[in-house]
Structure formats: structure tokens, C-alpha cells
């Protein structure tokens, strides 16, 4: 039975909302066992009182932070030392970083140097860089439970999907599941879905969730370029760029 990746999910608190920590809960969920929850901020600051009423629900420990200096951000600084601090105690395999700020650009860069996995939750305010590093980035505002703190379950926020037009129109979009295709085909152009949702993941930021769609499959079926196969009684999917000719 394969390990179960330990996930560390350090949450910067002052640059990113409280309403979606239920759906990067959810998502991480896919990946590993979040088993190190550290949220960091100011807790004198009536600001973060949103982020108070999750934290007990969903087993989060505050990490308190004064603002020692007025307009320094003590937290980042925190939450830097935090992940280091991790990165060297083996008892995390990845880490999940929320925030909306590009200063923690660098810690991304440096987790990665060191083998491990960086997935990216912020606002689309997000600067570029730091989205850019992660992989996956998500932008939380797909990932908003609606009622998230009544008891009972509540479904996910509906999401508008792109349609064809609209991810025809994203060049930086088609270049990238075309050249994931093209790199992980066989001889004979046909590519298997699972091999191009590695490549994609080892070389971008891209997740389907930011185009409205939960599968990367279901992405590529939208956008018409590819041609598709179900084989192996329907378990495994392959594509094949439409352009090809048989």
C-alpha cells in the first residue's frame, strides 16, 4: 500500500480570505494527509476574527504574530521560518501554501529545490510569480463553499466553465496541452491522459479547477482540439492532437 504524503498547509492569514478553507481543504485531500495546519496573523487584529471561527472546526493551529513595526509584515517572516523549519524536520513530504502575496516567492523556490511539492491557494489578485512557482496554483475564489459555517454539508460554489471559445482563445492554454500531448505521445500520436496530467503538473501552474472544470479530462473534451479514445473497457483515456493525420 503506497505512503500516504504528508502535506504541511501554512495559511498567511493577512492576505488571503477565510471563506475557502474548506474547498483547499477538500482539494488537498486528493493529494495527501494534511497533517500540519498552521495559520499565521496577528490574533489582536479584528480583521482575522473570519479566520477565528475556522480554525477549531477544522483543527488549524494559530500561530501568533504582533505587528511589531507599523506597515512591516511580521508575518511572512514567521511563516518563512515556520517552513523552514519543517522542510528540515522530515515530517512533512509537501507543502501547501495560502496565500495571496509574491514575497513568498523565494520560500517556493527553495521547498522545490529540496524535492517537495508546492501547491499554491490565492485570490487572482495573486501576483504572477508566485503563482507561477507553484504547481498546481488555485485560485480560491473556485474553491468557496456556500454556507461553510452551518453544520450541515453544503455544496461547492457552482463554478462557471469556460466554454470552447474561450479556452480556444487562451493561447498560453492550448500551447501547453498540445506540447503535453506532443511530449508524452507514442509513435503513434496517441497519448495517455494520465502521463499528460504528469507532465503538465511537473511543468506548470495549470489547474483545471481555474477553468471551472474538476478534471483535466473534461477540460480537453471542451475544448474540442484533441481526438479521444477509451480503451481498456472505458478505464483509460487517450488523445491524440486533432492535426494529426492518421
Not at 488549524?60 to 505587528?67: E, G, L, V
Not at 480503451?231 to 493525420?245: F, T
Amino acid at each position: 500500500m503506497q505512503k500516504k504524503q504528508r502535506i504541511a498547509l501554512l495559511i498567511d492569514c493577512d492576505n488571503v480570505s477565510h471563506n475557502s478553507i474548506e474547498g483547499v481543504l477538500e482539494e488537498l485531500a486528493k493529494y495527501g494527509m494534511v497533517n500540519v495546519r498552521h495559520a499565521h496573523g496577528d490574533w489582536n487584529s479584528p480583521s482575522l476574527s473570519g479566520w477565528i471561527e475556522r480554525l477549531h472546526p477544522h483543527a488549524i493551529r494559530p500561530m501568533q504574530q504582533f505587528a511589531y513595526t507599523k506597515g512591516k509584515n511580521a508575518t511572512d517572516s514567521a511563516m518563512i521560518i515556520d517552513a523552514m523549519d519543517l522542510l528540515y524536520s522530515d515530517s512533512v513530504d509537501a507543502f501547501a501554501l495560502m496565500t495571496s502575496d509574491s514575497d513568498f516567492t523565494p520560500l517556493v523556490l527553495r521547498i522545490l529545490e529540496s524535492g517537495m511539492p508546492v501547491y499554491g491557494f490565492g485570490e487572482k489578485k495573486t501576483p504572477k510569480p508566485f503563482v507561477d512557482a507553484c504547481s498546481p496554483f488555485i485560485f480560491t475564489e473556485n474553491l468557496i463553499i456556500e454556507d461553510a459555517g452551518s453544520e450541515k454539508p453544503a455544496p461547492a460554489a457552482k463554478q462557471t466553465k469556460n466554454d470552447r471559445k474561450k479556452l480556444r482563445g487562451d493561447t498560453a492554454l492550448v500551447k501547453l496541452l498540445r506540447t503535453a500531448v506532443e511530449q508524452t505521445s507514442e509513435d503513434d500520436d496517441w497519448a495517455h491522459m494520465s502521463k499528460v496530467g504528469h507532465y503538465i503538473s511537473n511543468n506548470s501552474s495549470f489547474s483545471a479547477i481555474n477553468y471551472g472544470y474538476k478534471k483535466l479530462g473534461d477540460l480537453i473534451r471542451a475544448t474540442e482540439l484533441f481526438d479521444i479514445e477509451m480503451r481498456q473497457d472505458g478505464k483509460a483515456m487517450y488523445i491524440k492532437d486533432s492535426r494529426k493525420k492518421i
